[in-house]
């Protein structure tokens, strides 16, 4: 697949205008569109609709944009590594949970990102069903679940920590002042869960099921901070990692419940098996042991 195509490709979908990424790229409109009608001809399918004067991408287009994404990242680390320039570039893409990254990913990057500033970075949210296939193909260089295992035999998985998890809810709620809460407790509650903060919250809605517990309602949310708001609102009962709300509980602003039994999830750093992967990841990986270690450490004193 020829690089120049790809690159005329990712401007188009970038600026969604053929006029502006001939500007861009110094090519004439029609030789944008030439090597765009030649790419679309090689994989045999539309990339862009072409409604009137405006563009957009079509659902192959879209996930064709990933994988321009990656290949030309992969040609620039290339290039560094072989010529030894100084700065490394690319695309380091990651998936991680919501609370992950809000209250462990700013301090790490403060870390990482002046030893690699010529690196993109692309941080979005777990998708755990499609995980293994990302990881193999190379869309996704690294991954972290809040969980104590995944069974995926191609993935290696790396235990950085143990996280407490919360049973939260509004100060007022009646649970708030019971002395001890357990899951026969939450019969008719309204429960509020994550949509992607991943694993330990399929394995609370197990013990649900093994319990026989019927909650009122389940409201599911793509945002962490949604079910927090949600939650000083006065609706509901979560449960959540503790980092995430230990501020909130000592403002008073929402209440952790006493449950009966101590509740904690894994911190996994996932990758795939005997995968070649470049400094910049192994850059990473180095540096998130070494701040969830230290963070382990500061939560202990």
């Given at each position: 697949m020829d690089m120049q195509r790809l690159q005329t490709f990712r401007t188009v979908a970038t600026l969604m205008n053929f006029n502006q990424?001939?500007?861009?790229?110094?090519?004439?409109?029609?030789?944008?569109?030439?090597?765009?009608?030649?790419?679309?001809?090689?994989?045999?399918?539309?990339?862009?609709?072409?409604?009137?004067?405006?563009?957009?991408?079509?659902?192959?287009?879209?996930?064709m944009l990933v994988y321009a994404d990656k290949l030309l990242a992969i040609k620039e680390e290339a290039v560094a590594e072989?010529?030894?320039?100084?700065?490394?570039?690319?695309?380091?893409?990651?998936r991680m949970p919501q609370t992950m990254a809000t209250h462990y990913l700013p301090r790490i990057l403060y870390d990482y990102q002046p030893r690699f500033p010529?690196?993109?970075?692309?941080?979005?949210?777990?998708?755990?069903?499609?995980?293994?296939?990302?990881?193999?193909?190379?869309?996704?260089d690294l991954a972290f679940l809040f969980a104590d295992a995944i069974g995926a035999n191609n993935l290696e998985c790396e235990l950085l920590s143990i996280e407490p998890l919360a049973i939260v809810t509004h100060p007022s709620h009646p649970l708030a002042a019971r002395k001890t809460v357990d899951f026969k407790d939450l019969e008719r509650q309204v429960l509020l869960f994550p949509k992607s903060d991943c694993g330990?919250?399929?394995?609370?809605e197990q013990a649900l099921a093994t319990e026989r517990v019927?909650?009122?309602?389940?409201?599911?949310?793509?945002?962490?901070?949604?079910?927090?708001?949600?939650?000083?609102?006065?609706?509901?009962?979560?449960?959540?990692?503790?980092?995430?709300?230990?501020?909130?509980?000592?403002k008073g602003e929402m209440a952790r419940v006493c449950w009966a039994d101590d509740l904690e999830t894994g911190v996994l750093m996932i990758h795939y098996k005997d995968k070649w992967r470049s400094p910049a990841v192994e850059a990473f990986m180095d540096t998130m042991r070494r701040f969830v270690s230290t963070q382990q450490g500061y939560m202990e004193q």
């Open positions: 990424a001939a500007e861009v790229l110094h090519y004439s409109q029609s030789t944008v569109s030439a090597q765009i009608k030649t790419l679309e001809n090689e994989i045999g399918i539309l990339l862009f609709k072409r409604i009137g004067k405006s563009v957009r991408l079509t659902e192959a287009g879209a996930k072989v010529t030894g320039r100084n700065t490394v570039s690319g695309l380091l893409t990651l010529g690196m993109r970075m692309d941080i979005t949210s777990c998708a755990l069903h499609s995980l293994e296939h990302e990881l193999r193909i190379g869309t996704v330990y919250r399929m394995v609370f019927t909650p009122a309602t389940v409201i599911e949310m793509n945002s962490i901070e949604a079910i927090k708001q949600t939650i000083r609102a006065g609706v509901g009962v979560t449960i959540i990692p503790e980092i995430a709300i230990r501020i909130n509980v000592e």
